[in-house]
C-alpha cells in the first residue's frame, strides 16, 4: 500500500499534476483521432460505395446461372439487377441513339437516384428505379428528341411513358463509355421490346450487398466458377481512382494518427522527466535512511501504474466524448450518417496511455532509483544523467512501434524514424552553435537568453528534440495534406475535357473542327483510330504470354501521330522527330509484356498483319481525360488503313445543349458524357479533403497544448533564476524580453531542424507511400523556423509570465 499511499500524499501536493496531464492529454488526443479518424474511414467508404451501387458487382456478358443467384439468396444476400446496351428509341419521328440502362426493383442497393417529376421542380429521391411502363430520362433528351414529360418514347416494340427527369444515379461512373443521353427503363419491359437479339452488345450487373462475411464466403464459392468473360467488381476495380483517393486518404489518417503519438510521448516524456529530477531529493533521504534499489524502483513502479491507469481512464473517457461532440457539430459536413463508433480505438487509445507511460515515463524512474545520495547536497538536477540514452532509445523506440501498430506500414514508420532521428543528431549540432554565438553583445535582455541556454546547453538539447518533434509533426502534417489535396485537384483540373467524340468520320473533321471552333469550344487534337490487335512479340505468339495484360486480350485502337501530347514523355528511345519507322509503347504496358527497345511487334488490322520494331518507351496520363492510346505509329505507317478519329473538349454546363447540335449535325459520331462522372469524383475528393482538414485541425490544437506542456515541464529553474534577478534588481521588463529571446532561440533552432526532419519525411512518404511525385518545399523552410520561434516563445514566455509578475519572494519561497 505504500506505492498508493504515496502517489494520494504527492497528488495532494501538486507533484504528480503535470505528467497526469500529459498522460490524459496523451491518451484524449489519440483516442478522440482514432475514433474520428476511425468513423471518417467508414463513412467514406459507405459513400464511395455508391459508385458501384452496391458492395460488390458480378459483371458479366451474358445472364449468369440462376443457382449462382438463388445461392446468394440463400445466404441472405441483397441483390439487383442492371442490363445496359445502346439501341434507337423513337418519339414524333424523331429519332436518336440512347444508353439504355434496365434496373429491378432491387436497384440501387447503395446510395440513393434523384429525379425531377417537373421541367423546373425541385430534385426528389427515389427509392428504386422506374416502375414498368415507365420510362426517366436525362433533360437534354427533351429538346433532342421535342418530346415532353408525359409523352411516349418507343423502344424496339414497346411503348414507354416518360415520366420523369434522370438528376442523377449513383454508379454512373461505373462505364465511362456509354453513348448518348441515357434511357432509364424497368427490366420487365425488355421481353416485350425485343431489342435484344443474339449478338447484341449487353452488360450484366448483378448488384450484392450484406453482412461482410457472408459477402466474402459467397464470392469465395462463386470465383472459381467464374468464366473469362465475367469479373466480380469492388470499389478499386470499379472506380480505380475513387479507391486511389479514399486510399492515400486513410493513408493520411493514419499518419495523423501517428504523429499525435509522437505529440502525445513528447509531453510525457518531458513531464515525467521534471517528476524524476523533482524527486531525486526524496530518493535521496531514503537511500541514506536504509532504502534500497529495488525497494525505491518498487515504489515508484506503483505509483507508475496506478497513475497511467487511472489517467487512461480519464483519456479514453475525454477522447470518447470529445470525439462525439466534434462528430455532431459536423453532422452536416459528412458526406453520409457516420457508422457507430468501433471498440478498437479505444485499444488504440489504452496501448498509446501504455506506451507513453513504459517509453518515456519509466527511464526517470530508474534515474531515480540510480540517484547519489550527495546530489542532495549539491542541489544539481539541471542536468541530465550520463545514462539519459535510455529514455532516448526506450521511448522512440516503443513509440515507433506503436506507430507501426497503428499504420500498418512500415514505410511510414520507417519515414518518422528518419525525421526523429535527424532531429536527435541535429539538436545536439544546433544547440551547440547556438549557445557559442555571439550573442551577448546585443544587450542585456540577449546576455540573460545567452547565460540561461549555456547553462542548460544539455538539457536544452532534449528540448530542441522535443519541439522540433512537435512542429515536425505539424509541418509534415500541414505539408502533406496541401501536397495530397493539390496532387489529388490536379489529377482533375477545373476544365479537364469532360466530352469525348468517336466515330468520326475523316470527311467530317474540318467541318468538326469548324463547328467547335465557332460554339467557342476549345478541344484536344483528332487522333486517327485503327482498331487492331498485338498478335506475336519477336515472332512469338501473345497467347503464349503468361498473365497476359487485360490491354491486349482484346483488340487495341491504334493510332499515329506527329504531335507528342503534352502529357506524354518519352522515357526511352526516340520520338518521330528523330526516328522515321516504328510504335511508341506505353510503358508500363511495355513492362508488362517484358518489351525492349527494337523488338518487333506484329499487330493483326482488319485481317492483315503488319510489322513494326519498338521505337521509344512512352509515360502518360490517363488523368488528363484526353485521348490516349497504348501504341502510337510513326506517320506514314497505317496511314492508309481505314480510320475513324476521336477527340476531347471541355463544355461548361451551361453550354450543355451544343451537345444535340453535335448529334444533329453528325448523326454517326457518338458522344461520351464523362460530365457527371468527373463532377462525382471530384464531389468525393472534396469529402475527402474536408475529413483531412478536420482531423488537421485537431492535430494543430494537439501540437499546441504539448508544447505548452512540455515548456511547463521545464520552467522550475528559470522561475528560480527570474526571481534572484529581480532581488538582484532586475527590471521586469528586461526579464520578459530576456524570456521572449530565449524561448525564440529554442523555438527557431527547433523549427529549423523541423523543416529539416519534415522535408525528409515527405520525400519517403511521396515516394513510397502516397505514391506521388517528389516535390520540394521552400516555403516550409520559412515556414519552420517562424513558426517555431512563434509558438515556442510565445508558450514559454506565457508559461513563465508569473516569475515577473509575482513578488520574487513569494517565488523563492514556493520553490523552496
Same mark, same amino acid.
Given at each position: 500500500?505504500?506505492?498508493? /499511499? *504515496? #502517489?494520494?500524499?504527492?497528488?495532494?501536493?501538486?507533484?504528480?499534476? +503535470?505528467?497526469?496531464?500529459?498522460?490524459? !492529454? @496523451? $491518451? &484524449?488526443?489519440?483516442?478522440?483521432?482514432?475514433?474520428?479518424?476511425?468513423?471518417?474511414?467508414?463513412?467514406?467508404?459507405?459513400?464511395?460505395?455508391?459508385?458501384?451501387?452496391?458492395?460488390?458487382?458480378?459483371?458479366?456478358?451474358?445472364?449468369?446461372?440462376?443457382?449462382?443467384?438463388?445461392?446468394?439468396?440463400?445466404?441472405?444476400?441483397?441483390?439487383?439487377?442492371?442490363?445496359?446496351?445502346?439501341?434507337?428509341?423513337?418519339?414524333?419521328?424523331?429519332?436518336?441513339?440512347?444508353?439504355?440502362?434496365?434496373?429491378?426493383?432491387?436497384?440501387?442497393?447503395?446510395?440513393?437516384?434523384?429525379?425531377?417529376?417537373?421541367?423546373?421542380?425541385?430534385?426528389?429521391?427515389?427509392?428504386?428505379?422506374?416502375?414498368?411502363?415507365?420510362?426517366?430520362?436525362?433533360? /437534354? *433528351? #427533351?429538346?433532342?428528341?421535342?418530346?415532353?414529360?408525359?409523352?411516349? +418514347?418507343?423502344?424496339?416494340?414497346?411503348? !414507354? @411513358? $416518360? &415520366?420523369?427527369?434522370?438528376?442523377?444515379?449513383?454508379?454512373?461512373?461505373?462505364?465511362?463509355?456509354?453513348?448518348?443521353?441515357?434511357?432509364?427503363?424497368?427490366?420487365?419491359?425488355?421481353?416485350?421490346?425485343?431489342?435484344?437479339?443474339?449478338?447484341?452488345?449487353?452488360?450484366?450487373?448483378?448488384?450484392?450487398?450484406?453482412?461482410?462475411?457472408?459477402?466474402?464466403?459467397?464470392?469465395?464459392?462463386?470465383?472459381?466458377?467464374?468464366?473469362?468473360?465475367?469479373?466480380?467488381?469492388?470499389?478499386?476495380?470499379?472506380?480505380?481512382?475513387?479507391?486511389?483517393?479514399?486510399?492515400?486518404?486513410?493513408?493520411?489518417?493514419?499518419?495523423?494518427?501517428?504523429?499525435?503519438?509522437?505529440?502525445?510521448?513528447?509531453?510525457?516524456?518531458?513531464?515525467?522527466?521534471?517528476?524524476? #529530477?523533482?524527486?531525486?531529493?526524496?530518493?535521496?533521504?531514503?537511500?541514506?535512511?536504509?532504502?534500497?534499489?529495488?525497494?525505491?524502483?518498487?515504489?515508484?513502479?506503483?505509483?507508475?501504474?496506478?497513475?497511467?491507469?487511472?489517467?487512461?481512464?480519464?483519456?479514453?473517457?475525454?477522447?470518447?466524448?470529445?470525439?462525439?461532440?466534434?462528430?455532431?457539430?459536423?453532422?452536416?459536413?459528412?458526406?453520409?450518417?457516420?457508422?457507430?463508433?468501433?471498440?478498437?480505438?479505444?485499444?488504440?487509445?489504452?496501448?498509446?496511455?501504455?506506451?507513453?507511460?513504459?517509453?518515456?515515463?519509466?527511464?526517470?524512474?530508474?534515474?531515480?532509483?540510480?540517484?547519489?545520495?550527495?546530489?542532495?547536497?549539491?542541489?544539481?538536477?539541471?542536468?541530465?544523467?550520463?545514462?539519459?540514452?535510455?529514455?532516448?532509445?526506450?521511448?522512440?523506440?516503443?513509440?515507433?512501434?506503436?506507430?507501426?501498430?497503428?499504420?500498418?506500414?512500415?514505410?511510414?514508420?520507417?519515414?518518422?524514424?528518419?525525421?526523429?532521428?535527424?532531429?536527435?543528431?541535429?539538436?545536439?549540432?544546433?544547440?551547440?552553435?547556438?549557445?557559442?554565438?555571439?550573442?551577448?553583445?546585443?544587450?542585456?535582455?540577449?546576455?540573460?537568453?545567452?547565460?540561461?541556454?549555456?547553462?542548460?546547453?544539455?538539457?536544452?538539447?532534449?528540448?530542441?528534440?522535443?519541439?522540433?518533434?512537435?512542429?515536425?509533426?505539424?509541418?509534415?502534417?500541414?505539408?502533406?495534406?496541401?501536397?495530397?489535396?493539390?496532387?489529388?485537384?490536379?489529377?482533375?483540373?477545373?476544365?479537364?475535357?469532360?466530352?469525348?467524340?468517336?466515330?468520326?468520320?475523316?470527311?467530317?473533321?474540318?467541318?468538326?473542327?469548324?463547328?467547335?471552333?465557332?460554339?467557342?469550344?476549345?478541344?484536344?487534337?483528332?487522333?486517327?483510330?485503327?482498331?487492331?490487335?498485338?498478335?506475336?512479340?519477336?515472332?512469338?505468339?501473345?497467347?503464349?504470354?503468361?498473365?497476359?495484360?487485360?490491354?491486349?486480350?482484346?483488340?487495341?485502337?491504334?493510332?499515329?501521330?506527329?504531335?507528342?501530347?503534352?502529357?506524354?514523355?518519352?522515357?526511352?528511345?526516340?520520338?518521330?522527330?528523330?526516328?522515321?519507322?516504328?510504335?511508341?509503347?506505353?510503358?508500363?504496358?511495355?513492362?508488362?509484356?517484358?518489351?525492349?527497345?527494337?523488338?518487333?511487334?506484329?499487330?493483326?488490322?482488319?485481317?492483315?498483319?503488319?510489322?513494326?520494331?519498338?521505337?521509344?518507351?512512352?509515360?502518360?496520363?490517363?488523368?488528363?481525360?484526353?485521348?490516349?492510346?497504348?501504341?502510337?505509329?510513326?506517320?506514314?505507317?497505317?496511314?492508309?488503313?481505314?480510320?475513324?478519329?476521336?477527340?476531347?473538349?471541355?463544355?461548361?454546363?451551361?453550354?450543355?445543349?451544343?451537345?444535340?447540335?453535335?448529334?444533329?449535325?453528325?448523326?454517326?459520331?457518338?458522344?461520351?458524357?464523362?460530365?457527371?462522372?468527373?463532377?462525382?469524383?471530384?464531389?468525393?475528393?472534396?469529402?475527402?479533403?474536408?475529413?483531412?482538414?478536420?482531423?488537421?485541425?485537431?492535430?494543430?490544437?494537439?501540437?499546441?497544448?504539448?508544447?505548452?506542456?512540455?515548456?511547463?515541464?521545464?520552467?522550475?529553474?528559470?522561475?528560480?533564476?527570474?526571481?534572484?534577478?529581480?532581488?538582484?534588481?532586475?527590471?521586469?521588463?528586461?526579464?520578459?524580453?530576456?524570456?521572449?529571446?530565449?524561448?525564440?532561440?529554442?523555438?527557431?533552432?527547433?523549427?529549423?531542424?523541423?523543416?529539416?526532419?519534415?522535408?525528409?519525411?515527405?520525400?519517403?512518404?511521396?515516394?513510397?507511400?502516397?505514391?506521388?511525385?517528389?516535390?520540394?518545399?521552400?516555403?516550409?523552410?520559412?515556414?519552420?523556423?517562424?513558426?517555431?520561434?512563434?509558438?515556442?516563445?510565445?508558450?514559454?514566455?506565457?508559461?513563465?509570465?508569473?516569475?515577473?509578475?509575482?513578488?520574487?519572494?513569494?517565488?523563492?519561497?514556493?520553490?523552496?
Amino acid at each position: 500500500m505504500l506505492p498508493l /499511499r *504515496l #502517489l494520494l500524499r504527492d497528488w495532494r501536493g501538486g507533484e504528480l499534476a +503535470l505528467i497526469a496531464s500529459a498522460l490524459i !492529454l @496523451a $491518451v &484524449t488526443c489519440v483516442t478522440a483521432i482514432a475514433h474520428f479518424t476511425d468513423r471518417l474511414t467508414r463513412a467514406m467508404e459507405q459513400q464511395s460505395l455508391t459508385f458501384l451501387a452496391a458492395e460488390r458487382v458480378l459483371r458479366s456478358s451474358k445472364p449468369v446461372d440462376s443457382d449462382w443467384l438463388e445461392e446468394a439468396n440463400r445466404r441472405g444476400l441483397e441483390q439487383g439487377q442492371i442490363i445496359q446496351f445502346s439501341s434507337m428509341v423513337s418519339a414524333n419521328d424523331q429519332f436518336q441513339f440512347v444508353s439504355v440502362k434496365a434496373v429491378d426493383k432491387g436497384y440501387p442497393l447503395v446510395g440513393q437516384l434523384e429525379i425531377r417529376t417537373t421541367v423546373d421542380g425541385p430534385t426528389e429521391v427515389a427509392p428504386q428505379g422506374p416502375p414498368p411502363g415507365e420510362a426517366w430520362v436525362e433533360s /437534354r *433528351l #427533351l429538346p433532342l428528341m421535342e418530346i415532353q414529360l408525359g409523352d411516349n +418514347l418507343a423502344l424496339g416494340d414497346t411503348q !414507354l @411513358a $416518360v &415520366t420523369a427527369l434522370l438528376e442523377r444515379e449513383p454508379d454512373r461512373g461505373t462505364s465511362l463509355f456509354d453513348m448518348g443521353a441515357r434511357v432509364f427503363a424497368n427490366t420487365a419491359d425488355l421481353p416485350a421490346a425485343g431489342v435484344i437479339q443474339p449478338g447484341s452488345r449487353v452488360r450484366y450487373r448483378y448488384l450484392f450487398a450484406g453482412d461482410d462475411q457472408a459477402l466474402k464466403e459467397y464470392f469465395d464459392w462463386l470465383k472459381p466458377q467464374l468464366t473469362e468473360h465475367q469479373r466480380v467488381l469492388n470499389l478499386s476495380e470499379g472506380q480505380p481512382r475513387v479507391a486511389s483517393a479514399l486510399d492515400r486518404a486513410e493513408s493520411f489518417l493514419f499518419l495523423a494518427a501517428s504523429l499525435a503519438v509522437l505529440l502525445a510521448s513528447v509531453a510525457v516524456g518531458l513531464a515525467a522527466r521534471r517528476y524524476g #529530477l523533482r524527486h531525486g531529493a526524496y530518493v535521496a533521504v531514503m537511500k541514506s535512511l536504509g532504502a534500497g534499489r529495488n525497494k525505491i524502483l518498487g515504489i515508484y513502479l506503483g505509483q507508475l501504474a496506478a497513475l497511467t491507469l487511472i489517467a487512461t481512464a480519464i483519456g479514453l473517457t475525454l477522447g470518447t466524448f470529445i470525439q462525439a461532440q466534434a462528430v455532431n457539430l459536423m453532422q452536416g459536413f459528412f458526406p453520409v450518417q457516420p457508422p457507430a463508433t468501433s471498440w478498437s480505438p479505444l485499444l488504440i487509445g489504452f496501448a498509446t496511455g501504455l506506451a507513453c507511460a513504459l517509453g518515456f515515463a519509466l527511464p526517470p524512474l530508474f534515474r531515480l532509483a540510480r540517484t547519489d545520495p550527495m546530489q542532495t547536497l549539491r542541489h544539481d538536477w539541471s542536468n541530465p544523467d550520463k545514462r539519459e540514452w535510455l529514455g532516448l532509445v526506450l521511448g522512440p523506440s516503443a513509440m515507433l512501434l506503436l506507430v507501426w501498430w497503428l499504420s500498418g506500414n512500415l514505410l511510414m514508420t520507417l519515414a518518422l524514424f528518419v525525421g526523429m532521428m535527424l532531429l536527435v543528431a541535429g539538436s545536439a549540432l544546433v544547440n551547440r552553435l547556438l549557445v557559442r554565438g555571439k550573442l551577448a553583445s546585443l544587450g542585456g535582455a540577449w546576455r540573460i537568453a545567452l547565460g540561461s541556454l549555456q547553462r542548460r546547453a544539455a538539457f536544452n538539447t532534449l528540448l530542441i528534440a522535443a519541439f522540433g518533434t512537435g512542429l515536425l509533426a505539424m509541418l509534415a502534417l500541414v505539408f502533406a495534406r496541401t501536397a495530397l489535396i493539390d496532387e489529388w485537384h490536379m489529377q482533375l483540373p477545373e476544365k479537364a475535357p469532360n466530352h469525348f467524340l468517336l466515330n468520326i468520320a475523316p470527311h467530317d473533321v474540318p467541318a468538326m473542327e469548324n463547328m467547335l471552333a465557332q460554339g467557342q469550344v476549345s478541344s484536344t487534337e483528332f487522333y486517327p483510330m485503327v482498331r487492331g490487335r498485338l498478335v506475336a512479340i519477336n515472332g512469338t505468339s501473345i497467347k503464349e504470354k503468361k498473365n497476359r495484360p487485360g490491354g491486349v486480350r482484346r483488340e487495341l485502337n491504334l493510332s499515329y501521330t506527329n504531335t507528342l501530347a503534352p502529357d506524354n514523355r518519352i522515357l526511352e528511345g526516340e520520338w518521330w522527330d528523330k526516328a522515321s519507322e516504328g510504335v511508341s509503347v506505353e510503358v508500363e504496358l511495355a513492362a508488362q509484356l517484358e518489351l525492349s527497345l527494337g523488338d518487333q511487334l506484329r499487330f493483326s488490322i482488319g485481317g492483315l498483319e503488319m510489322e513494326a520494331p519498338v521505337a521509344s518507351f512512352r509515360s502518360l496520363d490517363w488523368n488528363s481525360m484526353r485521348p490516349n492510346f497504348y501504341m502510337l505509329f510513326a506517320p506514314g505507317t497505317i496511314d492508309d488503313l481505314p480510320a475513324t478519329y476521336i477527340t476531347s473538349f471541355y463544355l461548361p454546363p451551361e453550354d450543355k445543349l451544343l451537345v444535340n447540335d453535335l448529334v444533329r449535325a453528325f448523326p454517326s459520331v457518338s458522344v461520351i458524357e464523362l460530365d457527371k462522372i468527373i463532377q462525382r469524383i471530384r464531389d468525393t475528393i472534396n469529402q475527402v479533403s474536408f475529413a483531412i482538414e478536420s482531423v488537421m485541425a485537431l492535430m494543430l490544437i494537439a501540437g499546441v497544448l504539448v508544447l505548452i506542456a512540455g515548456v511547463r515541464a521545464s520552467i522550475a529553474e528559470r522561475l528560480q533564476e527570474a526571481a534572484i534577478i529581480r532581488t538582484l534588481g532586475g527590471r521586469r521588463r528586461l526579464l520578459l524580453k530576456s524570456l521572449i529571446v530565449e524561448f525564440g532561440l529554442l523555438g527557431f533552432a527547433a523549427g529549423l531542424l523541423a523543416a529539416i526532419g519534415a522535408e525528409a519525411t515527405l520525400a519517403v512518404l511521396s515516394q513510397w507511400v502516397f505514391k506521388l511525385p517528389l516535390v520540394l518545399h521552400p516555403a516550409l523552410w520559412l515556414t519552420g523556423p517562424l513558426t517555431g520561434a512563434a509558438l515556442v516563445g510565445t508558450a514559454g514566455t506565457l508559461a513563465c509570465y508569473s516569475s515577473v509578475s509575482q513578488p520574487p519572494l513569494k517565488v523563492l519561497r514556493e520553490l523552496a
